[in-house]
């Protein structure tokens, strides 16, 4: 029993003593970093503040660490290189005042070794990061000119600190730094506006900012180019008669956007033939009498492309066209006629169609004549001639006349020739029908 009593003190003791013990360690002075914030990113070198609570001896210790790698083991701080300021109730250190280490940039550890009389030693430390390295932006951008009016920009940013970027649409000639439209977008990613951006030069900014306050920039710029070509035709005019079976044509090409440019050659091509390059003066291959269709095609260098189609005849000869490809044609139409008197009254109706393109009150003009040969028996031949009445609707030329044929000419007898001299259209042609009997 007295073994078992002392056995129960000695543990009662010891208990008291360890919690005497705990409670000294755990009374301790305590060490307090007002500056810099733990885990701040500076872009010089910090004034270090701490304070401290408890009775201080007079080892007081400081060491700096960069990247885990001590670069100044611990030594007292009333002395080089920690030589700034008091340690009695606490210590401030100004890198200014004392030999400087090689702050680059990167991850910094200083902590501070304070003896509390009569307790063990307490270390604390304070982190902080240095980069005075601003943002490297890079921009990628549409080829210029460009007819997207909704570019898109993709791009990105390389900071290991990075805190935030902004976007902006701006004038080109605008410093990076005066832009006053920058709005939060995000990285690496791309951005394409909400609206379209009117024509004209474009630039597109990025502000990267790291979280030292230290701005990287970058700006790209762009023309934006959505109006095609214009194309000018010169020669042929519409509906252009050409006396040449390989007529010379003249054009131009310009594109209003300043800056952006007609890609050359420009291409050409007769009807639905394939377009092939030209220049402005384009002659390409003989042509049979008819109508043609000269097709003229022009694109920028931003990818717009402008199409002309100008309507054309070739009529080399004043003689009878009776060619397939000829777009008119003459046709007598049933005469009608009675006998008034001592005369007849014949009506001669002849019409041809208006070529698709061809505007009709230009196709229809020029000097028709209708004549009518007639013979007596036994007597000469005797014309009778007559400008005919037009009547000209979207697709059709009508021309209408109406003879008196003095009594004694038979109709069986009477002949036409009709004749389409120097006209705008076709240049001139002439058929002849035989007036049958009604």
Known sequence: MTRKIFQLCVVVLTAAIFSLATTSVASA????????????????????????????????????????????AFQPCDSSPFSAGSVVNGGSLDWTTGPVPDFGDGEYKFSVSVNFSPDPPVIEFVTFKRDIVKPVVTIAAPTTPTNDNTPTFSFNVDDENLDTVECALAAPTTPPAD??????????????????????????????????????????????????????????????????????LNFSAIDPAPGTGVVQPIQCRYNVEAFVPCDAAFTSRTLLDGAYTLGVMATDNAGNTAVSSTPFIVATSLDDIDDPTT????????????????????????SFAVPRGFDPKVACKGRVRFSIKGRLKGKKAKTFTKKPKLKASRRTCVYTATFSIPKGYKRKRLTTRTVFRGNTLFGGFSKTATIRRA
């Open 179 to 248: 832009v006053s439209t920058y709005g939060p977008c995000t990285t690496p990613t791309s951005f394409t506006p909400a609206t379209p951006i009117a024509d004209g030069p474009i630039a597109f900014y990025v502000r990267a900012t790291d979280k030292a306050g230290t701005p990287g920039y970058a700006a790209k710029s762009i023309q934006i180019d959505t109006v095609a070509p214009i194309i000018t035709v010169v020669s042929p005019t519409p509906g252009m008669t050409m006396d040449s079976s390989a007529p010379e």
């Open 29 to 72: 002075g305590t060490i307090v970093f007002s500056s810099p914030e733990d885990d701040a990113v500076l872009k010089v070198a910090p004034s270090i503040e701490w304070s401290t609570t408890g009775t201080i001896t007079p080892d007081v210790e400081c060491q700096l660490e960069f990247e885990l790698a001590v670069i100044y």
């Open 327 to 350: 777009p008119a044609r003459v046709r007598a139409k049933k005469l009608s006629g009675k006998v008034k008197g001592s005369k007849y009254r014949l009506k001669l109706r002849g």
